[in-house]
Nanobody, 121 residues
Framework: EVQLVESGGGLVQAGGSLRLSCAASGFYFDDYAIGWFRQAPGKDREGVSCISSIGGTYYAASVKGRFTISRDNAKNTVYLQMNRLKVEDTAVYYC???????????????WGKGTLVTVSS
């Protein structure tokens, strides 16, 4: 059974930092892209960042330069370092996986349950 378990969400002031983690199991981690989507209240899910099986990274324009994604294949874990957080980054963040990176929800094979990030002003 594929499992993606997010952690690291919480409440932070604008300008602060958080690091999200995604622990994966149930599939051959090294062969898959792992990414993050988010969903803010009243909005559609949007792709935030992704790291491919060979380490290529992709970022949404709204987070580029502030967020950094990385993976540790030995630990089957992906991290999302979020710096200079803004109020508009407030959302539930979902860890996702598919064979290749996709910015469209329809291109994702598996989803985690999500972790809430709240950025206060």
């Amino acid at each position: 059974e594929v499992q993606l378990v997010e952690s690291g969400g919480g409440l932070v002031q604008a300008g602060g930092s958080l690091r999200l983690s995604c622990a994966a199991s149930g599939f051959y981690f090294d062969d898959y892209a792992i990414g993050w989507f988010r969903q803010a209240p009243g909005k559609d899910r949007e792709g935030v960042s992704c790291i491919s099986s060979i380490g290529g990274t992709y970022y949404a324009a709204s987070v580029k330069g502030r967020f950094t994604i990385s993976r540790d294949n030995a630990k089957n874990t992906v991290y999302l370092q979020m710096n200079r957080l803004k109020v508009e980054d407030t959302a539930v963040y979902y860890c996702v996986t598919s064979l290749v990176c996709s910015s469209a929800p329809g291109g994702i094979d598996y989803w985690g349950k999500g972790t809430l990030v709240t950025v206060s002003s």
